[in-house]
């Protein structure tokens, strides 16, 4: 196949794919817009952050699969692929190791201060009564909203820290999953209210759908305790930002933000956000996958995606 990727990818599995006779075209710099403008032919499309619009489907004259190297497939319009019989598929849980690893240390870095400790340091000012305030982890309450790879990744490693994990209890789940919920240690509450004041943590690992847009709002942020952390490392529209930014204002709340509303679609830009500016926020660039470790994971899962594909057994299709 003639497979453009849109975006880093290791050589080792660049290589893979041209021994097993596929054209490859890799150009990490395409935002949506010039994507649109290099799919041409392609049969097959894999990318990580840069967006899938239906003028790209359009423009696309051969285009056969598309690939998210990662979970999440809110960037590709997956509807309008559908209807030109395109298929979309994605990488589920290779990057959950890196997204907890990150997880962890946001919280780390807001409850002991260290971008602040770091920043007064390099600018000569040593004020160790300031940053010896400082809760701990040990024993903190930490409720995990999504239970998917990423979630029980988050959990285990809460649960080495001496923290109480807890879980919003939903009706449905199989027995196997609620066994797997046991194993991990991890107490369901019946309601989202007594999760978010049991907690002093509430860190999110859910997609962007229309029912989750927007579900940490002013009520959610109300229940939360006082000075209590959001910590969200899925999709910037999980969020209201103006409840988030009006919470931290007056409720304490505190946040450890990988990713925001209306991200730039590309690597290196300017980005003015009242949000990731707040001072009760530790922001980072939406990196939480992007480790070594999870990058090759993720390729791994590329591949058997294309393998599939090739096989007409095609897995984790979303569409």
């Not at 290791?10 to 021994?19: G, Y």
């Not at 598309?66 to 030109?84: C, F, L």
């Amino acid at each position: 196949m003639k497979i453009l990727i849109a975006d880093s990818f290791p050589d080792s599995h660049a290589q893979l794919l041209e021994q097993n006779g596929h054209i490859l075209t890799i150009d990490a710099s395409l935002d949506a817009d010039r994507l649109t403008q290099a799919i041409n032919d392609n049969e097959a499309l894999i990318v990580r952050s840069t967006k899938v619009t239906a003028s790209t489907i359009d423009a696309a004259s051969n285009l056969k699969l598309i690939i998210r190297a990662g979970a999440g497939t809110n960037t590709i319009d997956k509807v309008h692929a559908s209807e030109k019989e395109i298929k979309v598929c994605n990488v589920p849980g290779a990057n959950a190791v890196a997204v907890a690893e990150l997880v962890m240390g946001l919280i780390l870095s807001i409850d002991r201060q260290l971008p602040q400790n770091a920043s007064d340091l390099k600018n000569k000012i040593w004020n160790k009564k300031k940053y010896s305030q400082a809760q701990g982890l040990y024993g903190q309450k930490i409720a995990i909203l999504g239970l998917g790879a990423i979630g029980f990744a988050v959990a285990s490693r809460a649960k080495a820290f001496g923290m109480e994990v807890y879980a919003l209890s939903k009706s449905g789940r199989s027995v196997e999953a609620e066994q797997k919920i046991s194993d991990a240690g991890i107490t369901q509450l019946e309601s989202l209210d007594e999760l978010l004041q049991t907690c002093d943590i509430v860190s999110l690992h859910m997609p962007a759908t229309a029912e989750t847009a927007s579900m940490v709002n002013q009520e959610f942020l109300a229940n939360m305790r006082p000075g209590a952390m959001l910590i969200n490392s899925s999709r910037g529209e999980l969020v209201d930002e103006a409840a988030l930014i009006d919470a931290m204002d007056s409720h304490g709340i505190r946040a450890g933000l990988d990713v925001y509303n209306n991200e730039p679609g590309a690597g290196d830009s300017s980005f003015d956000s009242a949000l990731a500016g707040h001072p009760n926020v530790c922001g980072t660039h939406h990196i939480g996958a992007s480790t070594n470790q999870a990058q090759i994971a993720v390729s791994d899962g590329v591949l058997d995606v294309i393998q599939s594909y090739l096989d007409d057994n095609l897995i984790n299709c979303v569409n």
